[in-house]
């Protein structure tokens, strides 16, 4: 490692055969990262030289890339490596030429010619060969000729490598590197039946490319799992960002398995991910499973509402047993007619299979809560007794069960109760509570509070 911290690790593989130009393979992270492997054939004169690799991402991090001559019995070395991504634009030129002769074309015809002093708010300052300085709109200029692409400039972000090399010719070689402005999430969409008794549940990779490249027919590869990064400083973003929703092709969706202690999404075809697009592409084949709703009463959280769930097991027996990359949830019913109806949206973290899952869908409708301290009696210096009375009015026409969770901090046991309870935790007090259609239940517990 030289003292830029340059990570280039250049080696000899014996491998039979030359790994085709084209051979390019993106691995793509859930953290802003990607990973890209490619085969380039590239060509180095004998003894030292100097090669530009062209067509990098604008966020490539250049710091990690890693260079592998393919073909044995030839050796070369990467003595400096140099990142340059000072891109041609009219204000880079203008900014270059300072001082410098420049032509300048009216929409008139007439050619104004001089050294460039100034160029700032849409107008150009020159001075002629006399001494005269003028200073002309650039909405009255059609053209501006510079003699030459000033040294530094470049079309598009390159590598240049000093190098030293046993051969002269062309050579099979690969290159891989990390790159920011690239991210991918999980999309799911899950369907209830009309009983709500089924969910029927489809994913998308929602992939996300503005790293500042294309790469066309690609080797496609996501990682779900949450890699350990060392912080970095933001990078660079560039103009002209514009995202591109894309539709899924009728197309096999990804192979899954582990790797190492995270999951691998493989596509089996060649995939292009255009630079400033989203690309959307099935995760695996809809599947469905049964599903409970549950309401839930928190008053520590909502004085008054009462939460909708839909929960179910990630298992092969209830229908699913897969793994599920963390992603957005959306949930829809459809109505009488066929139409479907947005139920609520929810967020789940990366989810292994046979683990239970709960989804938030919204606040119920025709459910309302209350809870009041009735009284409070300090029955020592360290203990006091407080009585609570939870009111739950259910307004459907049919019968419900209501979980209250009430959080109690410190040393507390309950002494009274109307209604059968359970220590969910050290903080939690849970109840479950049928609440008749049209009716009202109403739940009266004592707890008593010993400080230390």
Excluded at 14 to 42: I, K
Excluded at 55 to 80: C, M, N, T, W, Y
Excluded at 199 to 211: F, K, P, R, V
Aim: aromatic share 8%; charged share 25%.
């Amino acid at each position: 490692m030289n003292k830029n911290g340059l990570i280039l690790a250049i080696s000899i593989l014996a491998l039979a055969g030359a790994v085709l130009a084209d051979d390019l393979a993106v691995t793509v992270y859930n953290s802003n990262l990607g990973v890209v492997s490619e085969a380039r054939q590239l060509e180095f004169t004998k003894g030292t030289g100097r090669l530009a690799f062209r067509d990098v991402p604008s966020q490539i991090d250049a710091a990690s890339v890693r260079f592998d001559v393919i073909e044995p019995g030839h050796k070369v070395d990467v003595l400096e490596q140099n990142y340059a991504f000072d891109l041609v634009s009219p204000d880079q030129l203008f900014s270059k030429y300072v001082d410098q002769r420049v032509e300048l074309v009216g929409k008139d015809g007439a050619i104004y010619a001089g050294t460039l002093l100034a160029y700032s708010g849409g107008a150009v300052t020159l001075m002629d060969e006399s001494g005269k300085v003028k200073i002309m709109s650039m909405e009255n200029i059609v053209q501006t000729n510079f003699p030459s692409l000033p040294e530094g400039l470049i079309t598009r972000p390159t590598l240049f490598w000093n190098y030293q090399s046993d051969f002269g010719g062309k050579l099979n070689c690969r290159v891989s590197y990390q790159t920011a402005g690239m991210n991918w999430d999980a999309e799911y969409v899950g369907v209830l039946n009309q009983k709500e008794t089924n969910l029927g549940l489809s994913g998308w990779a929602s992939i996300n490319n503005t790293s500042g490249k294309t790469f066309k027919d690609a080797k496609l590869k996501l990682i779900a799992g949450d890699i350990n990064r060392v912080a970095q400083p933001l990078p660079k973003r560039y103009a002209g960002e514009e995202m591109v929703a894309m539709a899924a092709a009728p197309a096999p969706g990804f192979e899954e398995k582990a790797f190492f202690e995270y999951h691998m999404y493989t596509l089996p075809r060649p995939s292009t991910l255009a630079n400033n697009e989203i690309k959307q592409i099935s995760l695996f084949e809809p599947a469905s499973t049964t599903v409970k709703k549950v309401y839930y009463y928190r008053p520590d959280r909502n004085a008054t509402d009462v939460q909708v769930t839909v929960e179910f097991v990630n298992s092969a027996q209830a229908g699913l047993g897969m793994p599920l990359p963390a992603g957005r949830v959306r949930l829809f019913k459809a109505d009488d007619d066929g139409s479907m109806v947005l139920l609520g949206e929810d967020q789940i973290k990366h989810t292994p299979k046979d683990e239970e899952m709960s989804l938030t869908v919204g606040t119920a409708f025709d459910i309302k809560a209350e809870e009041k301290l009735v009284n409070q009696t300090q029955v020592s210096k360290k203990v006091e007794d407080r009585e609570y009375q939870i009111e739950l009015r259910n307004r459907k026409t049919e019968p419900v069960t209501i979980k209250v969770e009430k959080q109690l901090w410190g040393f507390w046991e309950i002494t009274q109760s109307t209604h059968e309870y359970k220590k969910k935790d050290a903080n939690t007090l849970t109840f479950e509570v049928p609440v008749k259609a049209a009716d009202t239940s109403v739940v009266k517990y004592t707890v008593r509070l010993t400080s230390r």
